[in-house]
């Protein structure tokens, strides 16, 4: 199976949880595995199959990136001694923007933390106006899938309410001392309930769309070294998923929220809605799906920390956690109709200052 694939399994750097850098026997090249076993695989086989699909449909559009790594193989694999199965893609220069954020001084090279924000909006747009297309023109065939959107929102308030009762229930936080470990216990308390409102699809409401389901700065590579305009902000750990796209724009301001100061974090969500509003230039989103959205992410941090041994701890880990009390805070302040809409990008830069 090993020489199916074309890659020594044990010549393989780890660079993350199940991610590794390999050479392809043949010629050299240098490419990304992730290596998976058991429930993760057929997840991960699903969002291949969808992501093969879409770079099919861009292949013909040449003014759009392609914001994926290319897939070069694929197959069973014996790892570690058990079965396993390895997805090998193009590798991607570059490095994933929390990493970047890491190495900037606060409050300095808000030019490139713009840059770093336009880039990952235009990537988002290409994969979200992309697949909805798609996914209208195949609505006979997907019929199922086209209101995606309201079963990714239960989906997203099912985890909510599970996620508040976790931080509401907990005896310890990573990195939150006993005033912040209690005002994460009361702030949960107050989203249990919060955004349960019985809504209707409404004619006009997008149709649903491809999203990553995972977007945060760890899931983004990008090569500043490479001339602005040639900058191509690349996904990684997807799991595409029909739902609605402002799933993925909230998890992407959530993430910077958290690891930025507060003039990185304008700089980049002013870049991001450029870049975004280059290719859907009048997008709104309900107002209360924002707000869930936002907490069901600000949630699942703290909640993943109130575990006793995360399983994996991000690059990113724990140091600015107390960040989302402050989110938090400002989302049970605020007043949303079920039935109002809203610009994200500015919604969100309102709540974040």
């Known amino acids: 199976m ?3 694939l074309g890659i020594d399994l044990n010549a393989l750097t780890p660079i993350g949880r199940s991610s590794y850098l390999g050479l392809l026997a043949s010629t050299g090249q240098q490419v990304k595995i992730i290596l998976v ?3 993760e695989v057929p997840p991960l086989q699903k969002a291949a199959a969808l992501r093969r699909e879409l770079i099919e449909e861009l292949a013909g559009k040449v003014s759009l990136p392609v914001p994926f790594p290319v897939e070069i193989k694929s197959g069973p694999c014996i790892f570690e001694g058990s079965t396993a199965w390895a997805f090998v893609n193009s ?3 570059g490095s994933d923007l929390t990493n970047i954020i890491r190495l900037l001084t606060p409050g300095q090279d808000s030019e490139l933390v713009h840059a770093m924000g336009q880039a990952a909006g235009v990537s988002l747009a290409v994969l979200h106006s992309t697949s909805q ?3 209208r023109a195949r609505r006979k065939e997907d019929a199922e899938s086209v209101y995606q959107e309201n079963v990714w929102r239960d989906a997203t308030l099912a ?3 599970a996620l508040a009762r976790r931080v509401s229930d907990a005896s310890k936080i990573t990195a939150l001392d006993d005033r912040q470990l209690r005002q994460a216990r009361s702030l949960a ?3 249990t309930n919060r955004f349960k409102t019985t809504r209707h699809h409404a004619a006009g409401e997008t149709t649903g769309c491809l999203i990553h389901t995972d977007l945060h700065g760890g899931n983004i590579i ?3 070294s490479a001339p602005a305009d040639a900058r191509i902000a690349s996904f990684i750990d997807d799991q595409l998923s029909v739902g609605d796209s402002g799933y993925d724009i909230a998890s992407i301001q959530n993430w910077a929220f958290e690891v930025m100061d507060e003039q990185s974090f304008i700089a980049f969500i002013h870049g991001l809605e450029i870049g975004y509003k280059s290719l859907i230039p009048h997008y709104t989103l309900r107002s209360s799906d924002l707000l869930l959205y936002l907490t069901a992410r600000s949630l699942g941090r703290l909640a993943y920390y109130a575990r006793s041994a995360p399983q994996w701890v991000e690059p990113y880990g724990s140091e600015r956690l107390f960040r989302h009390l402050d989110l938090l805070d400002g989302i049970a302040s605020a007043a949303a109709s079920t039935d109002s809409f809203t610009d994200p990008f500015v919604t969100v830069r309102r709540l974040a200052t």
């Open 91 to 93: 590798y991607v220069p």
């Open 159 to 161: 985890r909510q309410e």
């Open 2 to 4: 090993e020489t199916a």
């Open 37 to 39: 076993k058991g429930a």
């Open 133 to 135: 297309r798609w996914i």
């Open 189 to 191: 308390g107050a989203f």
């Open 222 to 224: 990008l090569d500043t």
